[in-house]
């Protein structure tokens, strides 16, 4: 099937920087929508940013001016680039591609594992 694999969060002070990474494998026709979600302690997963496989992206407006998203579709790969970091975008983060599978029509969202950010004050 399909495989996400998240890399780069860690510890790091406010106002530092982290990049994301997010690398689909597997048994992939096309991505769609490749997105990157957050949860925090006690809070619900939110939508921070999102990317079409035409380079349109979207973002939560709380990261505004300090995330971007990107992608590069030759590697299935989706980034998030993470400046001016703040206590409050402490969260595991986890990445969500919409994959149309080999060998199917159907479009399924398929996720990675998460990666903790932890923003020190």
């Known amino acids: 099937q399909v495989q996400l694999v998240e890399s780069g969060g860690g510890l790091v002070q406010a106002g530092g920087s982290l990049r994301l990474s997010c690398a689909a494998s597997?048994?992939?026709?096309?991505?769609?929508?490749m997105m990157w979600y957050r949860q925090g302690p006690g809070q619900q997963r939110e939508l921070v940013a999102s990317?079409?496989?035409?380079?349109?992206?979207t973002y939560v407006d709380s990261v505004k001016g300090r995330f971007t998203i990107s992608r590069d579709n030759a590697k299935n790969t989706v980034y998030l680039q993470m400046n001016s970091l703040k206590p409050e975008d402490t969260a595991v983060y986890y990445c969500?591609?919409?994959?149309?599978?080999?060998?199917?029509?159907?479009?399924?969202?398929?996720w990675g594992q998460g990666t903790q950010v932890t923003v020190s004050s």
């Open positions: 597997g048994s992939i026709l096309s991505i769609n929508a």
């Open positions: 969500r591609s919409d994959v149309r599978v080999a060998m199917s029509s159907l479009i399924r969202a398929y």
């Open positions: 990317i079409t496989s035409g380079g349109f992206t």
